[in-house]
């Protein structure tokens, strides 16, 4: 499976693509400020199309280009519920500093939202994507699961938006952040999976689970209570 990436805009959000090699369909994760001509320029070279939009979460750094590509392709956008209303309100989600940045710039739902469910399954693109609710860096933040090949076999990969990163852990300072309940997520979510799962964040570089569990110094001595420490 094709997984590619990049940051866009001045906040530098990693947008990414996956696609099933050689397939002519796609799926685009994250598609924030300025990312739209690049990804326009990267499918149309690649001669993929995408099916559908994913989002991690509702912030305007992750959904600011959502609209229109969903325009441009006639394909939905998913996003959990909750957060849900940030893609046509997003100052409510991020406060009133955002509101002097944008002045009077106006955001508007893509035509057709689709609202998923945790533990849901998409087939999309003919990839088999699972929803993992990951609530505290705001209510609707999820994590996606999907295997790519690797030249050892299947490699587990998770989108985690801004509840993970290479090093560091997501902001809670916003409104609907909460910093227990983003810990929570981590712990009960994403640190029981297997070492070698490929974390891609929201912003910044790659890591893996096993690495962020050995080194990340906000998950030290993080506890699961249903399976005692980490």
């Not at 805009?9 to 924030?32: K, R």
């Not at 070698?196 to 962020?212: A, C, K, M, N, R």
């Given at each position: 499976?094709?997984?590619?990436?990049?940051?866009?805009?001045?906040?530098?959000?990693?947008?990414?693509?996956?696609?099933?090699?050689?397939?002519?369909?796609?799926?685009?994760?994250?598609?924030?400020?300025?990312?739209?001509?690049?990804?326009?320029?990267?499918?149309?070279?690649?001669?993929?199309?995408?099916?559908?939009?994913?989002?991690?979460?509702?912030?305007?750094?992750?959904?600011?280009?959502?609209?229109p590509i969903?325009?441009?392709?006639?394909?939905?956008?998913?996003?959990?519920?909750?957060?849900?209303?940030?893609?046509?309100?997003?100052?409510?989600?991020?406060?009133?500093?955002?509101?002097?940045?944008?002045?009077?710039?106006?955001?508007?739902?893509?035509?057709?939202?689709?609202?998923?469910?945790?533990?849901?399954?998409?087939?999309?693109?003919?990839?088999?994507?699972?929803?993992?609710?990951?609530p505290g860096?705001?209510?609707?933040?999820?994590?996606?699961?999907?295997?790519?090949?690797?030249?050892?076999?299947?490699?587990p990969l998770?989108?985690?938006?801004?509840?993970?990163?290479?090093?560091?852990?997501?902001?809670?300072?916003?409104?609907?952040?909460?910093?227990?309940?983003?810990?929570?997520?981590?712990?009960?979510?994403?640190?029981?999976?297997?070492?070698?799962?490929?974390?891609?964040?929201?912003?910044?570089?790659?890591?893996?689970?096993?690495?962020?569990?050995?080194?990340?110094?906000?998950?030290?001595?993080?506890?699961?209570?249903?399976?005692?420490?980490?």
């Amino acid at each position: 499976m094709l997984v590619t990436g990049f940051p866009a805009g001045m906040f530098q959000t990693n947008c990414y693509i996956l696609a099933q090699d050689d397939a002519s369909e796609c799926v685009v994760v994250d598609p924030g400020q300025d990312a739209a001509d690049p990804l326009i320029d990267f499918l149309t070279q690649s001669s993929l199309t995408p099916t559908a939009v994913l989002l991690t979460h509702g912030h305007l750094d992750h959904t600011w280009s959502v609209e229109p590509i969903c325009a441009k392709y006639g394909i939905p956008a998913y996003i959990a519920p909750e957060d849900r209303y940030m893609l046509a309100d997003p100052v409510k989600g991020t406060g009133p500093t955002l509101a002097a940045v944008l002045g009077d710039l106006e955001f508007h739902e893509p035509a057709e939202v689709i609202e998923f469910t945790d533990g849901q399954r998409l087939e999309l693109a003919g990839i088999e994507i699972t929803v993992v609710q990951t609530p505290g860096h705001t209510q609707g933040s999820v994590v996606f699961l999907a295997h790519a090949d690797g030249p050892d076999g299947s490699v587990p990969l998770a989108l985690t938006g801004d509840t993970l990163f290479a090093g560091s852990i997501g902001r809670t300072d916003l409104p609907g952040g909460d910093h227990e309940q983003l810990l929570r997520s981590i712990a009960t979510r994403l640190l029981p999976l297997s070492d070698d799962t490929v974390v891609l964040p929201g912003h910044g570089g790659q890591s893996s689970i096993g690495q962020e569990r050995g080194t990340n110094p906000f998950l030290v001595g993080l506890t699961d209570p249903e399976q005692g420490r980490l």
